[in-house]
Structures are given as C-alpha cells and as structure tokens.
C-alpha cells in the first residue's frame, strides 16, 4: 500500500519514509503555514479548510486562521452542508394537517401513546446511581472543606431551631468534632452565636484550619 505526502503529493512505499520526508518540508521552513506561497497554495488555490491544512501543519485551526489573517488572504467562501436550507425555504409540511395529508396522519398513528421525556421515577434512578463511589470524580476523603459541607447539607435534614438554644434564627452547618468526616451524625445545625461557643468551650477554634492549611 502506497502512501502520500499530505504536503507534496509525493508517493511513498512505507509510512516510515514518508515521515522522514514530510520531517524535511518542516525543517525547509520553520513552520509550513508560515510559509506564504505554500499556504496560498493550500487555501485559495486548492480550496482546502482550515482545518485540514491545520491537520497537515500538526497545529491547531486558530494558528492556521492567525496566518491567514497576516498575509491578507481573502477568505474562502464557506461551502455549506449538502442539507443546510436557504433563506427562505418553505418547509414540506406547512399549512399541512393529519386530516389533509396521508403522511402527517401515519406519523401521528405511528408515535401515538408513546413518552418521549424520561419519567421521573427515571431520572430519580439515574442520578441514585452516580452517586458516592459509582461517580466517576468521587474523591473519598480527600474532598475540600467546601465540597464537603456541600456533601453534608444535601443529605442531613435542616433543622427549623437551633439544636442548642432552640431558637428559630438562621442556621449554620456544624461539625461535632472537627474531624470532618462523610459521617452525618457527626454534624449539627447551629445559630452563629452556639455554633461560636459551642467550638470555644470544646477547644475545637483553629483545628480547623490545621487540618485544611
């Protein structure tokens, strides 16, 4: 099997060959697409895209486009997918209804009775799968301090008073023991004001910040 130089065309027996040779045309210029006449040549002459000349270059699409941009090509017109609509296109199925058109009314026979959306009891079930260890960035117990409450308030119920003063004001996420573990019975919910006294009276102030530092 014959192989071709993506650059010259030229015609190799082995890729091993064609590499060593497509390494001189690198070597001629420092980068191929900064050389004007070749890029001239790739773009407006054999009219090929952007990305393609990006693929033979061995860099990306928004280097091709900067060297464009230098030398002042003019761009290429876009060539449109063979399915694109014009301005303008007027639809097959306009103004048509099941009751004037055969095939509106097969459609409509055809998906009849069917659920397009998920259920919820569906999507209930997927998201339960993912979670803990089944998700893919499932961290254990190397999660940050922040995602770590974040783990805790959407699994332990809050509470309406504060678990010390019994007062409704609002509520903080509290950690018994600043061990800060994935254990939710470990944590509370406190007032700003029993949350501060219940951490000075049990020496926990700057434990947590020699666990996090």
């Known amino acids: ?70 030398f002042k090509f003019e761009k290429n017109k876009r060539v449109g997918n063979l399915t694109t609509f014009k301005k303008g296109h007027i639809s097959w199925n306009k103004g048509l209804t099941k009751e004037s058109d055969e095939r509106l009314k097969k459609m409509g026979e055809l998906h009849k009775g069917k659920k397009w959306f998920l259920s919820d009891e569906t999507k209930k079930r997927m998201s339960e799968s993912r979670l803990d260890e089944n998700n893919g960035r499932w961290k254990g117990n190397n999660v940050g301090y922040k995602c770590l409450h974040d783990y805790i308030r959407k699994r332990k119920e809050k509470t309406k008073n504060c678990n010390f003063c019994n007062q409704e004001k609002r509520l903080v996420l509290s950690s018994k023991t600043h061990e800060y573990t994935r254990n939710l019975n470990e944590y509370q919910y406190l007032c700003y004001s029993c949350h501060a006294i219940y951490d000075i009276k049990n020496n926990l102030r700057g434990k947590r910040i020699e666990i996090w530092s």
């Open 1 to 70: 099997m014959r192989i071709v130089c993506k650059i010259c065309n030229k015609e190799f027996e082995n890729k091993k060959s064609m590499t060593n040779h497509r390494r001189n045309h690198f070597l001629k210029y420092n980068n191929t697409y900064q050389n004007k006449n070749w890029l001239f040549n790739q773009y407006k002459e054999l009219k090929k895209p952007i990305s393609k000349i990006a693929d033979i270059c061995n860099c990306c699409i928004a280097t091709i486009y900067k060297w464009i941009n230098i």
